[in-house]
C-alpha cells in the first residue's frame, strides 16, 4: 500500500505571497491532518479533515487554510506569507477509528 | 488539552535499554498516551499507544502507571538506527477526534 504522499517536497517563495501544499492520504484513509514543524516551536497542529469537513482546529491565523476532497486528498494554503511561516508542513492520514498517524515526507516551505 | 515533559536528550549505548519518561499530570480520563519517533528530515512514526498498565509491541513496551500521570517508552537492546527524537502525546481517543499535541520531544542519541 502507498504511503501518504506530499507535493511538493520543497518551495521558495516570498513575502507576500500565497502557497498550496498538497497532500495524498494512505487509500481508505479519510481522516487528513496538518502539522507545522519549525526548530522553534516544535510540531505544531494546524487542522484536521475528514470526509471533507474541517474537524479540529489548531491555534494559526486565518491565513492558513484547508480543505479536503471527495477522494480524501487535502490542500492547505498559507496567503500572504510572512518569513515566520518557513517550517515543514507535515500531512498525516489515519483510518477512523484509529489514533495510529501514518506521516507523509512533509513539504519544506522558504519564504525569503 | 493535557500537555507533557519529556527530557530533552539522552544518551545511551548501542545494546542497552533505554526508559523514557514522560509526564502529563494533566491528562483526562479519555485520553490515550501515544509515542512517536522522527528522524531527521522524515515524518513522525507511530511507535505504540496504551491507556493504562502496560502494552508491548515488536519494538517497544509503554508502562503506564494506575494514576496515569506519567508514561515510560522503554527500547530494548538499542542500535545506532534508534536515534531519533521520541514524542510523548496524549490525546483523544481512537476515532474521536485528532487534536494531539507534540512535545518538544527527546532527542536519544545511541553510540557504538
Known amino acids: 500500500k502507498a504511503g501518504v504522499t506530499q507535493t511538493p517536497r520543497y518551495l521558495i517563495k516570498t513575502r507576500g505571497q500565497q502557497v498550496t501544499l498538497s497532500c495524498s492520504p494512505i487509500?481508505?484513509?479519510?481522516?487528513v491532518s496538518w502539522y507545522q514543524q519549525t526548530p522553534g516551536q516544535g510540531l505544531q497542529f494546524l487542522f484536521e479533515y475528514f470526509s471533507e469537513t474541517q474537524r479540529n482546529k489548531g491555534n494559526f491565523p486565518g491565513r492558513f487554510s484547508g480543505r479536503q476532497f471527495s477522494n480524501s486528498r487535502s490542500e492547505m494554503n498559507v496567503s500572504t506569507l510572512e518569513l515566520g511561516d518557513s517550517a515543514l508542513y507535515l500531512c498525516a492520514s489515519r483510518t477512523s477509528g484509529s489514533n495510529e498517524q501514518f506521516f507523509g515526507p512533509g513539504t519544506r516551505l522558504t519564504v525569503l | 488539552l493535557a500537555k507533557t515533559t519529556q527530557p530533552i536528550s539522552m544518551d545511551s549505548y548501542e545494546g542497552q535499554e533505554v526508559n523514557i519518561t514522560c509526564s502529563h499530570n494533566n491528562i483526562a480520563t479519555n485520553d490515550y498516551i501515544t509515542w512517536y519517533q522522527q528522524f531527521p528530515s522524515q515524518g513522525p512514526r507511530f511507535i505504540i499507544q496504551?491507556?493504562?498498565t502496560k502494552v508491548t509491541n515488536e519494538v517497544a513496551s509503554l508502562f503506564i502507571p494506575a494514576d496515569r500521570k506519567s508514561s515510560t517508552l522503554s527500547l530494548p537492546r538499542v542500535s545506532l538506527s534508534d536515534t531519533a527524537v521520541y514524542y510523548c502525546?496524549?490525546?483523544?481517543?481512537?476515532?474521536?477526534?485528532?487534536?494531539?499535541?507534540f512535545g518538544t520531544g527527546t532527542q536519544l542519541k545511541v553510540e557504538l
Open positions: 496504551g491507556y493504562k
Open positions: 487509500s481508505g484513509h479519510r481522516s
Open positions: 502525546l496524549v490525546g483523544a481517543p481512537p476515532g474521536g477526534g485528532n487534536k494531539l499535541t
